[in-house]
């Protein structure tokens, strides 16, 4: 395993993967970057350096040997919804698609460019809010309530109708503002694509529809909610419900 710290308020990210060239580019091109960097080679060193760190995003390679980057990734988002940008070989359509469902928030084939890699984790990073660097101040109304549901905006925190807080992604959470805050309007995917990622981020296959996807099932558990999230077909998706600004 190969370990760097930087001294300060630094985002913490844990890189996973089991080519030592890679995790040592990675190290070196994120620290000079303004990261504080872990790199490990599998699984079994990710599960036991997380107990000792405060991470704010993940690296996953997920073509790991023995416990795959998939089955690491089923094991995180059972207790943590820490951002998850994937690493895939090309041509590896299924285990993305996969990674996405488990709640990854991004991915890049390999071969990649550093930068392109630098580019999406900081996409990510803010969107998830994780560190005072990176958060946004919030604007206008700090929540907004929908069907008995309340998006807190200052806490970016998603609470149902019992006052429960549903954990989200950082892609979950941004996607349902991005629906609430145009509630009955359709969005399409390119739209939702241009809101959340940016076109300069390049095309994301499936993401869309699986986060929509994923959303649905916090949206109606129990069965509530079940036409919360409606598909327009040929067009894309539309949040049909009234919203109160608080």
């Known amino acids: ?26 190290a070196r091109f994120l620290e000079r970057h303004r990261f504080r960097v872990t790199a490990v080679r599998d699984a079994r060193e990710a599960r036991r350096v997380w107990a000792m760190g405060n991470f704010h995003l993940i690296v996953l390679d997920l073509m790991l040997p023995g416990e795959s980057g998939l089955d690491f990734a089923r094991w995180l988002r059972g207790f943590s919804e820490v951002p998850v940008v994937m690493l895939t070989a090309m041509g590896e359509e299924t285990d993305r ?7 990854a928030d991004d ?20 969107r998830a809010g994780d560190t005072p660097e990176l958060r946004p101040e919030p604007q206008g109304p700090r929540a907004l309530r929908f069907s008995g ?4 905006l200052t806490r970016r925190r998603l609470l149902n109708p019992e006052g429960v807080e549903v ?42 529809d699986v986060a929509v996807s994923r959303l649905r099932r916090k949206l109606e558990d129990n069965g509530r909610q079940a036409n919360l ?18």
């Open 149 to 152: 549901w309340t998006l807190e």
């Open 167 to 208: 954990p989200l992604t950082g892609g979950e959470y941004e996607l349902l503002v991005a629906l609430v805050e145009r509630a009955n309007r359709v969005l399409t995917r390119d739209m939702l694509l241009d809101l959340l990622r940016g076109r300069q981020a390049g095309p994301f296959d499936r993401a869309i």
């Open 107 to 126: 991915y890049l084939p390999k071969p990649f460019n550093p930068r392109e890699l630098l580019a999406r984790m900081r996409a990510v990073l803010r």
């Open 1 to 26: 395993m190969e370990t760097a710290s930087i001294s300060g308020p630094l985002p913490h990210i844990l890189v996973v993967d089991d080519d030592r060239e890679t995790r040592e580019l990675l």
């Open 229 to 246: 999230i409606k598909t327009v077909r040929g067009g894309g998706y539309v949040l049909a419900a009234e919203v109160e600004r608080a």
């Open 97 to 103: 698609i996969v990674g996405l469902e488990l709640g």
